[in-house]
T-cell receptor, first 112, second 110 residues
């Protein structure tokens, strides 16, 4: 019940295309769903986050889509750029939890 | 500059030796965390601390120890009991739901 399943494990997208990464969770007590971006040799940094009271959140080229009934959420990167090449982690947590649970990550490579 | 610092960036250890990884933050956050990152494994929680002088085991605490004597500092000791310690170690602090990560320490056991 504490798992967050992330797919795909790796993704190659042409420059200008749309990158889509999917995550699924089981614990209905989760109410905070962040996405982190990590460049090689660096620590992850928060990219965008959503709460289940909305179905979509957009910040620039990055959009989270959230489906509460399916217990799924996804990250869409529009007009993908080579600088977006990184590892992306989805995660889930709850207000009463001290911890957040991370997915296993997706290595994204944008072809120039 | 506010943030989280980890030192050293690279660390080499001989088998059978204990080694301590440093994590310092000047964000005035109460909660701090240690994660281990292996290729394809995501971030696995080792220990976390919600307040000074208190800490809890995470999912993979065996072979590790921590202390939290000061709010700013949360050092991690990798003991000789850790069977496979070669990994990238990340420290984080938390403000409300958001976790802020340090730059990491890459530990290699020779």
């Amino acid at each position: 019940q504490q798992q967050v399943k992330q797919s795909p494990q790796s993704l190659i997208v042409q420059k200008g295309g749309i990158s889509i990464i999917n995550c699924a969770y089981e614990n209905t007590a989760f109410d905070y769903f962040p996405w982190y971006q990590q460049f090689p040799g660096k620590g992850p940094a928060l990219l965008i986050a959503i709460r289940p009271d909305v179905s979509e959140k957009k910040e620039g080229r990055f959009t989270i889509s959230f489906n509460k009934s399916a217990k799924q959420f996804s990250l869409h990167i529009m007009d993908s750029q080579p600088g977006d090449s990184a590892t992306y982690f989805c995660a889930a947590g709850g207000n009463r939890d001290d911890k957040i649970i991370f997915g296993k990550g997706t290595r994204l490579h944008i072809l120039p | 500059d506010g943030g989280i610092t980890q030192s050293p960036k690279y660390l080499f250890r001989k088998e059978g030796q204990n080694v301590t990884l440093s994590c310092e933050q000047n964000l005035n956050h109460d909660a701090m965390y240690w994660y281990r990152q292996d290729p394809g494994q995501g971030l696995r929680l080792i220990y976390y601390s919600q307040i000074v002088n208190d800490f809890q085991k995470g999912d993979i605490a065996e072979g590790y120890s921590v202390s939290r004597e000061k709010k700013e500092s949360f050092p991690l000791t990798v003991t000789s009991a850790q069977k496979n310690p070669t990994a990238f170690y990340l420290c984080a602090s938390r403000f409300y739901n958001e976790q802020f990560f340090g730059p990491g320490t890459r530990l290699t056991v020779l």
